[in-house]
């Protein structure tokens, strides 16, 4: 008799047997119960039910006819689906006796060490999802009652604004440096130009196009949600400018050794040919990308009603984020000192009960940018490559995150900074902190400048970085398989990092006003 996983059944009645029944093949197969259970119910007699088959019964399924050939046929086959029809009653019969073991081999338990990890946790997901509703949700009623509605109509729209017309105009001279940009690759290609003149004039163009939104934002008395919308754009294309640059005098190169008969491995082989377009220009420019190629991947065609469905999405997670702002990060941070000078326990509760509604913010702000906003321009321009991002929340140390948080800046980096820092003989160390000194530079940028204030406050916290790749690589080869190093981020990240980095600024703008007041 074979040797079942699943526990006797209780009210089974027990029949005598011979030893020819039991070798039978078809009691040593293995039965569902829910199989056998139905079978029973389906039986329609209570001796089914138990197991017994009367002789009556037999003779009904075996009785024997005189019909045509035809009738014979159709005889046999109710006869065989009779048969198939008390096979599971009788395995449920002989299989599921209580002389049969109930262990067989050795098993972990689902949350065990081993296990835990290979198991499937969407029941446990859900729960979150409901618990993180509930607890939110009262959050939510309490703060209402207590404080009120925070949100004011200034947050969307302020007088303010109205006074940021350099800042506008400023946005719209950008479009200047990427045409000079075209003019001197014009020229170069026709070789009305040295290559070094071309260099000289590419530095000089985003040099110029880095510097003149910093000095219009540090004249003006600009909203700071205006200043930081200004950088980002003009780090943006500062960044299209010298791929633009770096990739067309890299084909250059390329072309010169294809007509001296150079023999070039295959990997320098340029999968499209060197042509300067301004058509391949302008496309580059409004494509969500850093990197600058002749031609990209192209979708088919644009669907507007997808397009539609992402920009309700991004309305509303935009309007999630400010309600998260106002209602409740400007109170806890209005209400906090300055966390460097003050009670070091207060300022510990402080970022704490900062951390969670940060951590809200910045994952809205992911999904509305580098999903929502990122693939609604993808569509518009047919851009066929998607992967602005990878499984960051996966990362098991700092290195992999940076590695998939921001895949357009990542592959910026590797294309423009890394790799060429490799071919120059830099070793893999000093190339990553060349990297990191490079997006350390522009988060200063990006905040310092629309607060008229150097305070490095974002430029340390990127370089911090450094030991914690080096900490969380230790960590991830020391304990194969682990998640330590995840810990390790989302704690640095959400519930230090980001907090405290809020906390410092808001606090050194407010005594910069007073100064200034």
Known sequence: ????????????????????????????????????????????????????????????????????ASDDNVGAAANDAGQEHRQPVADFKYAYRPSVPAHRRIKESPLSSDNIFRQSHAGLFNLCIVVLVAVNSRLIIENLMKYGWLIKYGFWFSSKSLRDWPLFMCRLSLAIF?????????????????????VLLHLIISTVELCYPV?????????????VTLMLLTCIVWLKLVSYAHTNYDMRALTVSNEKGETLPNTLIMEYPYTVTFRSLAYFMVAPTLCYQTSYPRTPSVRKGWVFRQLVKLIIFTGVMGFIIEQYMNPIVQNSTHPLKGNLLYAIERIL???????????????C??????????????????????????????EEYWGMWNMPVHKWMVRHIYFPCLRRGIPKGAASLIAFLVSAVFHELCIAVPCHMFKLWAFIGIMFQVPLVLITNYLQNKYRNS????????????????????????????????EVD
């Open 483 to 514: 998640m330590v190093g995840n810990m390790i981020f989302w704690f640095i990240f959400c519930i230090l990092g980001q907090p405290m980095s809020v906390l410092l600024y808001y606090h050194d703008l407010m005594n910069r006003k007073g």
């Open 215 to 227: 000095l219009v934002i540090l004249r003006c008395d600009s909203a700071f949600v205006s200043g």
């Open 178 to 198: 990427p045409l000079a940009a075209f003019v001197v690759e014009r020229l170069a290609q026709q070789k009305c130009i040295s290559e070094p003149v071309v």
């Open 353 to 367: 009960k900062l951390s969670v509604p940060n951590v809200y913010v910045w994952l809205c702000m992911f999904y």
């Open 1 to 68: 008799m074979a040797i079942s996983d699943v526990p006797a059944a209780a009210g089974t009645t027990a029949t005598t047997t011979s030893d020819s029944d039991l070798r039978q093949p078809s009691l040593r197969r293995r039965s569902s119960a829910g199989v056998l259970f139905d079978a029973a119910r389906d039986s329609g007699s209570d001796n089914s039910l138990t197991g017994k088959i009367t002789d009556e019964d037999n003779i009904k399924d075996h009785k024997p006819n005189n019909h045509a």
């Open 369 to 398: 940018f580098f999903h929502l906003w990122l693939n609604i321009l993808a569509e518009l321009v047919r851009f066929g490559d998607r992967e602005f991002y990878k499984d960051w929340w996966n990362a098991k140390t700092v």
